[in-house]
């Protein structure tokens, strides 16, 4: 007997696929849903605001307006850090609500920037977006462990489903980018039909959102009554998490630094824009094969080792790529390696975080993270952007910063065991 291929019967397989893995009755098969319901929303967001706002940016002003924009990306997490974090920790029924919250707060802002895009309101608008976004990223981390069976004590599970939700937002993402772009450069549409199409994958993460309530809705008073709040972290899981989170950041850091010393250097040297487009998919190509190697290492080494790892990776190659020759191609292949070492680092990092503490510091030691991880990249993005380094002292430096993040966390660390008292040496995974 021959074996045909069938197109219908090769659709009945994807679809089969994708009805198990978005699965309506599994709490995990809804939140890969508002993974990627909320991620294309923000492509669609970031397509729409640069069509209308950064297309026209002259070359003279770029340095200003880049400067502004890394100012204006810090605002939704001084803002969510203080007042959204706390109510995380209220309990899995308010994180649930704040899901549900993101998507309705994010359908009225983008109904209002439809009407006000060439107006200064979009501003204020777009501010309520991103707050709303950044709100729902922060409940996500916090609702992975509750979502997704614990599988012994290590819970490699949670670097899995990190891993999952990371590729299915960045494919979601492309794809609702990919529309956006074509929907802009269409005649006769423009920006605002992309926050028209935006309204559709929010309205159905609002509709996810409000099934993800109904499980709680039989709620006890009395298990109403004790999600109150929890003393803040503390203890050795908590200093292990604060230490790896230094590493993440200054690695977070590198990254926005280069995307702009890149950025800068290939203007400055009259460059293609293929060869940033180039850099930009090799760095995008890499943060997805992170996705595939970081589960894989964790049955190898510990979360802290992977972080120290990923670091350590683009530390070596930022040293290679600033002694090549010629740096274009290495600069390419420079992005790849940050790719892959800033997103493994992260994804094993909130597994770390997930792991180590109890759920109910989940929000806001999540919300104070992601702030510090942005920080770092605007931090990072701002050197690039009011300096004039060329590409070989960018990356020189990012070897410098490398080395003293790595010998930071393992000076750190000695400390840190040396004051609890632990005499044992260091784990077998370095």
């Known amino acids: 007997m021959s074996n045909h291929y069938s ?3 090769s659709l009945a397989r994807v679809r089969t696929w994708l009805q198990a893995y978005f699965n309506t009755a599994l709490p995990v098969g809804a939140l890969r849903r508002l993974q990627a319901l909320s991620l294309a929303s923000d492509a669609l967001m970031t397509v729409a605001l640069a069509g209308s706002l950064f297309f026209s940016i002259s070359p003279g002003e770029a340095r200003s307006k880049i400067t502004a924009y890394l100012l204006f990306t810090m605002a939704p997490f001084a803002i969510m850090a203080p007042f959204v974090a706390p109510l995380l920790d209220r309990g899995a ?3 649930r609500k704040v899901v549900a919250g993101s998507a309705l707060a994010r359908i009225a802002a983008v109904t209002g920037m439809i009407f006000s895009l060439q107006s200064l309101a979009v501003f204020p608008l777009a501010l309520i977006s991103l707050v709303a976004s950044k709100a729902y990223l922060v409940a996500k981390s916090s609702l992975v462990p509750e979502v997704v069976p614990q599988e012994g004590p290590d819970s490699k599970t949670f670097i899995q489903t990190n891993a999952n939700l990371t590729l299915l937002g960045a494919v979601a993402g492309g794809v609702a980018a990919a529309i956006g772009a074509g929907i802009l450069k269409t005649p006769f549409l423009g920006a605002s039909w992309d926050l028209i199409v935006e309204l559709i994958p929010l309205t159905l993460m609002l509709r996810e959102g409000l099934q993800l309530l109904r499980p709680f809705r039989t709620q006890t008073r009395q298990q109403r009554r004790h999600s109150r709040p929890a003393p803040g ?3 050795p899981g908590y200093a292990t998490t604060l230490l790896l989170s230094l590493m993440v950041a200054a690695v977070r850091g590198q990254v926005g630094f280069f995307a702009l010393v890149l950025a800068f250097a290939l203007k400055n040297s009259h460059s293609p824009t293929w060869v940033y487009g180039a850099a930009l998919a090799s760095s995008t190509l890499g943060s997805a094969l992170a996705t595939q190697i970081t589960p894989r290492l964790r049955h190898l080494v ?3 080792s992977i972080v120290a790892v990923s670091a350590g ?3 070596v190659a930022s040293v290679l790529a600033a002694s ?3 740096h274009r191609g290495a600069a390419i292949v420079l992005s790849f390696v940050i ?9 094993a990092f909130d597994a770390d975080v997930q792991h180590e503490l109890v759920v109910q510091h989940y929000g806001r030691t999540f919300a104070k993270y992601e702030s510090s991880f942005q920080l770092a990249w605007v931090l990072g993005a701002l050197i690039a952007a009011t300096s004039r ?3 070989q002292t960018g990356e020189s430096l990012l070897g410098t910063t490398s080395v003293l993040a790595i010998a930071s966390y393992l000076i750190a660390s000695a400390a840190l065991r040396h004051s609890s008292g632990e005499s044992a040496p260091p784990s077998e995974d370095w």
């Open 7 to 9: 197109p219908r019967s």
């Open 93 to 95: 029924l308010v994180r």
């Open 233 to 235: 972290p503390s203890g």
């Open 302 to 304: 510990k979360e802290s």
């Open 313 to 315: 990776a683009i530390g």
């Open 324 to 326: 090549s020759d010629p």
């Open 339 to 347: 790719g892959i070492g800033a997103q493994s680092g992260k994804i």
């Open 389 to 391: 380094f060329n590409l």
